[in-house]
């Protein structure tokens, strides 16, 4: 099986896993009168199914992966860097602060280290290296296999 596809199965087993999760702990206590639509023994044991099958593909996916590590990591870290300096304050120079119906406006001046063109190329930057790692990674999902047994 092409990673691609044991990506797609590991993502469907995982939607599994949480909607049996979310069955269990909704069904598991009701009033008297009113009867269950699941029996929470067989969810269980369904779920417990879906978990060892997601933890099966989990671990032949991390096998298959094992040669990528440093390029899949680097790309959490730099999609984190970005997220940051996304969120960062880039005010510069004199703004007006405050004021509402019972308090005057005030100016507050403000320095920014890194500016918004500054940081706004950064971004550019590590995006731009991001999709290059999201390439090759592509690539090697699409042309890798992985034996994933029954």
């Not at 599994?16 to 979310?22: F, H, I």
């Not at 280290?113 to 090759?136: F, G, P, S």
């Amino acid at each position: 099986m092409k990673l691609t596809k044991a990506l797609k199965l590991k993502n469907q087993v995982a939607g599994d896993v949480t909607t049996l999760k979310d069955r269990l702990a909704k069904q598991n206590s009701r009033a008297a009168a009113v009867p269950f639509d699941y029996d929470n023994r067989q969810v269980l044991i369904e779920l417990r199914a879906k978990v060892d099958e997601l933890v099966k593909v989990k671990a032949a996916i991390a096998a298959a992966n094992a040669v990528q590590y440093a390029r899949i990591f680097r790309l959490a870290e730099l999609k984190g860097i970005v997220t940051l300096l996304k969120s960062l304050d880039v005010r510069h120079g004199v703004f007006k602060e405050g004021g509402n119906y019972m308090q005057s406006a005030f100016e507050v001046e403000y320095i920014a280290q890194l500016k918004k063109a500054e940081v706004d190329q950064l971004v550019a930057d590590l995006e731009a290296e991001i999709i290059t790692l999201q390439d090759a990674l592509d690539e090697f999902n699409h042309t890798n296999s992985l034996a994933l047994s029954g």
